[in-house]
């Protein structure tokens, strides 16, 4: 009889690479997605001048291991300061190995933060939990201070004190409501309603995209391109989303919109990641794919 110990550690390295390969996946089919208003995908840089879908698929590449570890370390553990340290160290090296791979370039440090907190309370769930108990858990963790983190003013932090919105440490201690009470239920009902997936993909962001303070598009184009954002992800929802004809005109308006303003709703594809991994995690066996 094999020793109990061995046992859940086989079981923790098993989950733990489950959720590492499910991030990363999630991360690259965000990437791929298109067509993404501003953001980089098979079509194309979006907005930016340094991006490139390889260099993003290169990225997400580089950060399994990284979420292998987290989910190895948070695996049915409490949420105390010391995982919460133990979690800020694994993801500033995470953070290290993919400017390593992408020589410079930040492609996915927003990602780290989110995908990494959701890795982590899932494995603190031992695999399992609903997406409200991930996504609660992953709070808990995230209203913890980590002491060891640098003080960096990033243009994120200076965004959300310029324009006093909230930003993505505050979307993780709320439980990431955009992702819960707007983006889970888009997806859901955009495929329930007949939508191919990619579709519903893109409803999913564009649901984040009505309400979200994306702080990446705050630092390109102030409240302006904010606005421009928000009411043209609405069009496209009020239009009955990219399935249907009119959405889908509204969602290159919006594109070229954004476009024209030179932003990038990066925070969104962030959460947009994070909405695939736990759809991933919950949806019934069939539809994992």
Not at 8 to 36: F, G, W, Y
Request: hydrophobic content about 45%; charged content about 20%; glycine content about 8%.
């Amino acid at each position: 009889m094999r020793n109990l110990l061995d046992i859940t550690t086989n079981r923790a390295e098993a989950v733990a690479e489950h959720l590492a390969s499910l991030a990363m996946q999630s991360l690259i089919d965000e990437a791929c997605l298109s067509p993404k208003p501003g953001l980089v995908d098979s079509r194309g840089n979006g907005a930016h001048q340094d991006l490139t879908l390889s260099l993003m698929t290169r990225s997400a590449h580089s950060l399994e291991p990284t979420f292998y570890a987290l989910a190895l370390h948070a695996w049915q553990r409490q949420a105390d300061i010391a995982l919460r340290q133990q979690v800020g160290k694994l993801g500033r090296e995470g953070e290290q190995r993919m400017m390593t791979a992408t020589g410079g370039v930040n492609t996915h440090r927003g990602a780290i933060w989110a995908m990494g907190l959701l890795v982590s309370a899932c494995a603190m769930l031992a695999g399992s939990g609903t997406a409200d108990q991930i996504a609660a858990m992953a709070a808990r963790l995230a209203k913890l201070p980590d002491v060891a983190a640098p003080r960096v003013f990033s243009k994120g932090l200076r965004a959300t004190q310029r324009y006093r919105v909230p930003g993505a440490r505050e979307e993780a201690q709320q439980g990431f409501p955009h992702i819960i009470r707007l983006a889970l239920p888009q997806l859901r009902l955009s495929r329930q309603q007949g939508a191919s997936e990619v579709q519903a993909r893109l409803d999913a962001l564009m649901a984040i995209m009505t309400s979200l303070s994306d702080t990446c598009v705050l630092s390109r184009a102030g409240l302006t391109g904010l606005q421009a954002m928000q009411h043209g992800a609405q069009r496209v929802l009020r239009a009955g989303g990219c399935a249907q004809p009119n959405g889908y005109a509204a969602l290159m308006a919006l594109d070229a919109h954004m476009l024209t303003l030179n932003a990038s709703p990066g925070g969104a594809a962030d959460l947009l990641a994070a909405t695939l991994f736990l759809d991933r995690l919950v949806i019934p066996a069939e539809r994992r794919r």
